[in-house]
């Protein structure tokens, strides 16, 4: 009777936000480049700020963060809180330089300010990244978090777990396509939105059933008390030299990658592009970063009180998580709970791929495969490959079951593109006689340097690899600026200003809030 309760509250949870979503966007056109690609750069601030956070709130966080958190503790909230930073350096810098441009996606932006090859590179290294490293990833810890919320051994009767991880994995992937090649952005910024709302009411009732659960019934600020007892250790926002993300690495690597991400990485920043104006965008991404603060209550703090109650139980971490909504949630409030974990699915997977159809259809297919093509032949050869990409995804995710900590590997892994991508954009955005030459051997060698770091086994490097992630990032800054200066070719980006180019006012006194909130943050809970 239980499991009834939770599917069919699963159900109606999943199809609420599906109807929502067409009834919003039936009548949108989407047969052109820009309503498909970029909502007809009409998004404006609620949707731009759910659509970012939910594109970066996926099962990696929830199943992979609290993973990371049941091992490790609070030191792992940097993978939410730094990305403040990021956001507010989005705002301020970067994001009045891509509008101001008009361009659809990064590559395309690098072909301007350098030239064709720079983007066709940086095209590939996205399109690569996404389809055999991050979609995968969506894919795995998706399967991963439903099992454990489901039980879906038992409710299926299916034994073999590998049989099981391949068909969720195939049951995510094709209504993610779906979401993505149907209905383009708008489709995927609207659904983001609804499922943001229902991913943070969710993700803060796990906290509080858990709490009350640890209190025994005596309530949750007792629950908060014999968490804290059980592991003192887990929280510090500061953590040991030998933890995965060590304090002095949030200056280093861990805060380049977050510039990264938040600043340049197609899959996350598309949305932003599709703003109704610049300050309808900047809103959005600030709005984003407040959110973000809040991402250690139920990113971290849920990882550390499953440790509480499973630290004995012989358990691999990512398990964790799904094993305490298990054990916490009423039935009908886990069914909710599954439809909002596979919207924060979904998002994550439909995003990704979206951008890779972008990536290729205006990159690859209209720049060298049909340069007359119309729009609607531009769209169409980004659904085909992305039908394509999303086969790849769902056969690779699978394989991925060996790793120990699917969360770290992401970020390692990341780390081989995101640091030669973003030296490129910075370099490029803020200097103008940089060479293309430059750049194009910046991102080569970048990613080969990078993924030597990865593929180094244990104890080679001697330091921590975002320690070596932020040294090769300042190697490929010096490379750029020493070829400025003996072989410059100045070139800058055409201005086009599609949209409305005025400020918001508030954006520079809501960073600095911001920032400060940050810095709260940690001292709050460090423990030096």
């Given at each position: 009777?239980?499991?009834v309760?939770?599917?069919?509250?699963?159900?109606f949870?999943?199809?609420?936000?599906?109807?929502s979503?067409?009834?919003?966007v039936r009548?949108?056109?989407?047969?052109?480049?820009?309503?498909?690609?970029?909502?007809?750069?009409?998004?404006t601030?609620?949707?731009?700020?759910?659509?970012?956070?939910?594109?970066?709130?996926s099962?990696?966080q929830?199943v992979?963060?609290?993973?990371?958190?049941?091992?490790?503790?609070f030191?792992?909230?940097a993978?939410?809180?730094?990305?403040?930073?990021?956001?507010?350096?989005?705002?301020?810098?970067f994001l009045p330089?891509?509008?101001?441009?008009?361009?659809?996606?990064?590559?395309?932006?690098?072909s301007l300010?350098?030239?064709?090859?720079?983007g066709?590179?940086?095209?590939?290294?996205?399109?690569?990244?996404?389809t055999f490293?991050l979609?995968p990833?969506?894919?795995?810890?998706?399967?991963?978090?439903?099992?454990?919320?489901?039980?879906?051994?038992?409710l299926?009767?299916?034994?073999?777990?590998?049989?099981?991880?391949?068909?969720?994995v195939?049951?995510v992937g094709?209504a993610?396509?779906i979401?993505a090649l149907?209905?383009?952005?708008r489709?995927?910024?609207v659904?983001d939105l609804?499922?943001g709302?229902?991913?943070l009411?969710?993700?803060f009732?796990?906290?509080?059933?858990?709490?009350?659960?640890?209190?025994?019934?005596?309530?949750?600020?007792?629950g908060?008390?014999?968490?804290?007892?059980?592991a003192?250790e887990?929280?510090n926002s500061?953590?040991?030299?030998?933890?995965s993300?060590?304090?002095?690495?949030?200056?280093?690597?861990?805060?380049?990658i977050?510039?990264f991400?938040?600043?340049t990485?197609?899959?996350?920043?598309?949305?932003?592009?599709?703003?109704?104006?610049?300050?309808?965008?900047?809103?959005?991404?600030?709005l984003?970063g407040?959110?973000?603060?809040l991402?250690p209550?139920?990113?971290?703090?849920?990882?550390v009180?499953?440790?509480?109650f499973?630290?004995?139980?012989?358990?691999k971490?990512?398990a964790?998580?799904?094993?305490?909504?298990h054990?916490v949630?009423?039935?009908?409030?886990?069914g909710?709970f599954?439809?909002?974990?596979?919207?924060?699915?979904?998002?994550?997977?439909?995003?990704?791929?979206?951008s890779?159809c972008?990536?290729?259809?205006?990159?690859?297919y209209k720049?060298?495969?049909?340069?007359?093509a119309?729009?609607?032949?531009?769209?169409?050869s980004?659904?085909?490959?992305?039908w394509?990409v999303?086969v790849?995804?769902?056969?690779?995710?699978p394989?991925?079951?060996n790793a120990?900590?699917?969360?770290?590997?992401?970020q390692?892994?990341?780390?081989?593109y995101?640091?030669?991508?973003?030296?490129v954009?910075?370099?490029g955005?803020?200097?103008r006689?940089?060479?293309?030459?430059?750049?194009?051997?910046?991102?080569?060698?970048?990613c080969?340097?990078?993924?030597t770091g990865v593929l180094?086994p244990?104890?080679i490097?001697?330091?921590?690899?975002?320690?070596y992630a932020?040294?090769?990032?300042?190697a490929l800054?010096?490379l750029?600026i020493?070829?400025?200066?003996?072989?410059?070719?100045?070139?800058?980006?055409?201005?086009k200003?599609?949209?409305e180019?005025t400020?918001?006012?508030?954006?520079?006194?809501?960073?600095?809030?911001?920032?400060?909130?940050?810095?709260?943050?940690y001292?709050?809970?460090?423990k030096?």
């Amino acid at each position: 009777m239980l499991h009834v309760i939770t599917i069919a509250s699963f159900v109606f949870f999943t199809a609420l936000v599906a109807v929502s979503t067409w009834l919003i966007v039936r009548h949108k056109e989407t047969q052109s480049r820009d309503s498909f690609f970029l909502a007809g750069r009409s998004l404006t601030f609620p949707f731009i700020a759910g659509s970012l956070l939910l594109t970066n709130l996926s099962t990696e966080q929830m199943v992979g963060l609290n993973g990371s958190a049941f091992a490790e503790g609070f030191p792992v909230m940097a993978w939410e809180v730094v990305a403040v930073v990021a956001l507010t350096a989005m705002a301020w810098f970067f994001l009045p330089k891509f509008l101001r441009a008009g361009v659809t996606t990064v590559p395309e932006y690098l072909s301007l300010r350098f030239d064709r090859t720079t983007g066709t590179i940086c095209n590939i290294i996205f399109m690569l990244a996404y389809t055999f490293g991050l979609l995968p990833i969506v894919l795995y810890t998706g399967a991963v978090g439903l099992g454990g919320i489901f039980d879906l051994r038992e409710l299926t009767g299916i034994a073999d777990e590998r049989i099981l991880l391949v068909l969720t994995v195939g049951f995510v992937g094709i209504a993610g396509a779906i979401y993505a090649l149907f209905g383009g952005l708008r489709s995927v910024a609207v659904s983001d939105l609804l499922n943001g709302i229902g991913l943070l009411i969710g993700g803060f009732m796990i906290c509080f059933f858990a709490l009350a659960a640890a209190g025994g019934g005596a309530g949750i600020l007792a629950g908060l008390k014999n968490v804290y007892h059980a592991a003192p250790e887990k929280f510090n926002s500061i953590g040991s030299s030998t933890c995965s993300v060590p304090f002095h690495t949030v200056f280093s690597g861990v805060l380049v990658i977050h510039l990264f991400y938040w600043c340049t990485n197609q899959q996350i920043i598309q949305r932003t592009f599709g703003a109704k104006s610049l300050a309808e965008g900047q809103k959005g991404v600030l709005l984003c970063g407040a959110l973000k603060l809040l991402g250690p209550l139920y990113l971290v703090l849920p990882g550390v009180i499953a440790y509480s109650f499973f630290k004995d139980a012989g358990i691999k971490p990512d398990a964790s998580y799904g094993m305490l909504v298990h054990k916490v949630l009423p039935a009908p409030l886990t069914g909710f709970f599954a439809a909002v974990m596979v919207g924060a699915i979904l998002s994550s997977f439909n995003s990704a791929l979206n951008s890779t159809c972008t990536l290729f259809s205006i990159g690859i297919y209209k720049e060298f495969i049909n340069k007359d093509a119309d729009d609607r032949q531009v769209i169409a050869s980004g659904k085909i490959f992305g039908w394509i990409v999303a086969v790849l995804a769902m056969l690779v995710a699978p394989f991925l079951a060996n790793a120990d900590s699917i969360f770290t590997y992401l970020q390692l892994l990341n780390s081989v593109y995101f640091i030669p991508i973003f030296a490129v954009v910075v370099l490029g955005m803020y200097t103008r006689k940089v060479p293309a030459a430059a750049a194009n051997t910046a991102l080569i060698g970048g990613c080969a340097a990078t993924l030597t770091g990865v593929l180094l086994p244990d104890g080679i490097l001697k330091i921590s690899p975002f320690h070596y992630a932020a040294i090769v990032f300042l190697a490929l800054v010096a490379l750029l600026i020493f070829s400025a200066f003996i072989s410059p070719r100045p070139k800058t980006v055409p201005a086009k200003n599609p949209v409305e180019m005025t400020p918001w006012e508030g954006t520079i006194p809501c960073g600095i809030l911001l920032l400060l909130a940050v810095a709260a943050s940690y001292l709050v809970l460090a423990k030096f």
